[in-house]
Structures are given as structure tokens and as C-alpha cells.
């Protein structure tokens, strides 16, 4: 990362441009990893992308 990304992250938030693969939860949530500031992401297997708690919690209840 450069420092000018490193910056940037660190005064308004990181992008998460590099992300683990998905990983489940112990208590049954999937979520990723920012691997430049090390943040846990909700993710949404059946949206295949990063989605907030709220989304999550909702695509649980629908397949339930």
C-alpha cells in the first residue's frame, strides 16, 4: 500500500480493495477480511459481495 492510500484510509476510512476468501463465522455469519486494515466485512454468499449487518441478517430470515 502507498503511502498516499495509507493515508487517505486513515483519515476517511479504508476502500478494502484486497479481501480474503469468504469465511464463516462461529456463530454461522460469512464474512471477509481487509487484508490492508484488517476489518471483518458481512458477505453475502447468495449476493457474492460485501453487504451490511442489516443485508445479512435479512438473507438469513428469507432462506430460513
Not at 19 to 33: D, E, I, K, N, Q
Amino acid at each position: 500500500m502507498s503511502w498516499g492510500n495509507w493515508i487517505l484510509a486513515y483519515l476517511f476510512d479504508c476502500v478494502h480493495p484486497h479481501t480474503t476468501w469468504p469465511r464463516r463465522h462461529l456463530a454461522g455469519f460469512t464474512y471477509v477480511s481487509c487484508l490492508d486494515c484488517g476489518r471483518e466485512l458481512p458477505y453475502s454468499l447468495e449476493r457474492m459481495k460485501i453487504v451490511t449487518r442489516n443485508d445479512l441478517v435479512a438473507d438469513r430470515k428469507r432462506i430460513s
